[in-house]
């Protein structure tokens, strides 16, 4: 395994929920490298406040403009951990050099690998097209062609923001045990829902998160770096 102790990875986030949620990934796949946290909980509340599919034109500047002061901070790799305006990566692409990543790309491409029939679980409305777009873009790229089935639970949203873990895990279990009789493999939409991977080992199909295969990603990049 490759030195990486030296690098730095800037995370971008649109809500302080995914600055919590990214921990657990980072001390278990990126535990010797410097993380820079950029959080502006405007960006989802304008996000959720436009009908879904639609991104305030002002949250891609913010998104650029923090992208840049993370360049000019000196980071190695940018990441962006909103899901709902993933496509602000490729729209800064040509006014930032350092790398970026979508933190939820990594596991489109997988599922995409796995069959035809992919599963998108999501518990934000706004999310959905976002997520629908990405995967869809995943596949186009490689050749595939796939059908994907979605399915919303926003009741899980509303219980992991009143604290209630447990419940948002069991309203997600339950739905992705249906998913299972009927997809190839599974994403889940939410980088929030990365949580419920320990409780996935005897599941039917592939099920991917953004946060295993975003920060594995990330390692990959590093690594990868002269």
Known sequence: MKDISQRTVGIIHAALLTSRAVQPFIDSIL????????????????????????????????????????????????????????RAVEVARPMITTPMLQIDRP????????????????TVPTTVPASER??????AEAGKDIDVTTVLCSEAFAEIKKGNVARHNELLLR???TLTKTVDTIVMA????????????????????????GFTKIREMLEAME
């Open 190 to 213: 939410q980088l929030s829902m990365s949580a419920l991977e320990p409780m996935l080992g005897d599941c039917k199909v592939p099920i991917f998160n953004s946060g295993r295969t």
């Open 134 to 139: 990405l995967l869809r873009l995943a596949a």
């Open 107 to 122: 596991m489109m491409d997988l599922a995409v690998q796995q069959g035809r029939k992919i599963g998108l679980l999501a």
């Open 175 to 177: 739905e992705i045990d």
């Open 31 to 86: 535990p010797e490298v410097k993380i820079v946290h950029h959080v502006d909980d405007t960006v989802q509340n304008s996000n959720f406040a436009c009908a879904p599919g639609i991104i305030p034109k002002e949250n891609f500047y913010k998104f650029t403009t923090y992208a840049h002061m993370l360049q000019g901070a000196g980071v190695d790799v940018i990441l962006l951990a909103c899901s709902t305006f993933n």
